[in-house]
Nanobody
Framework: QAQLVESGGGSVQAGGSLRLSCAAPEYAYTSSRLMGWFRQTPGKEREGVACIFIAGGGTYYPDSVKGRFTISQDDARNTVYLQMNNLKPEDTGMYYC???????????????WGQGTQVTVSS
């Protein structure tokens, strides 16, 4: 399993923006079909908030973040980004980056994970 490295979390007021970054080892990035961001809050299961297919660039977002979150990739840096705008208190949580050969934005289907970065949105 490869160790992905997230950065960019922090505290922000509602309505604000944050940009998360996830850097992957080259072998993990080039061998993965999909990379994504997952959010976890106490007492809840980890949920996918954005995923991208590395080869084709296709993306997935749940309704809760559509229009506010944007995932993008930089193949030269083996990095994916998550731009989060108009943040809401319910977006608060630990955000994890993951990669793997799945066709689905589901945490159990991905092999490589980062340690997570905390996002806190205050009202």
């Amino acid at each position: 399993q490869a160790q992905l490295v997230e950065s960019g979390g922090g505290s922000v007021q509602a309505g604000g923006s944050l940009r998360l970054s996830c850097a992957a080892p080259e072998y993990a990035y080039t061998s993965s079909r999909l990379m994504g961001w997952f959010r976890q809050t106490p007492g809840k299961e980890r949920e996918g908030v954005a995923c991208i297919f590395i080869a084709g660039g296709g993306t997935y977002y749940p309704d809760s973040v559509k229009g506010r979150f944007t995932i993008s990739q930089d193949d030269a840096r083996n990095t994916v980004y998550l731009q989060m705008n108009n943040l809401k208190p319910e977006d608060t949580g630990m955000y994890y980056c993951a990669a793997g050969n799945s066709d689905y934005c589901l945490p159990d289907s991905l092999r490589h994970w980062g340690q997570g970065t905390q996002v806190t949105v205050s009202s």
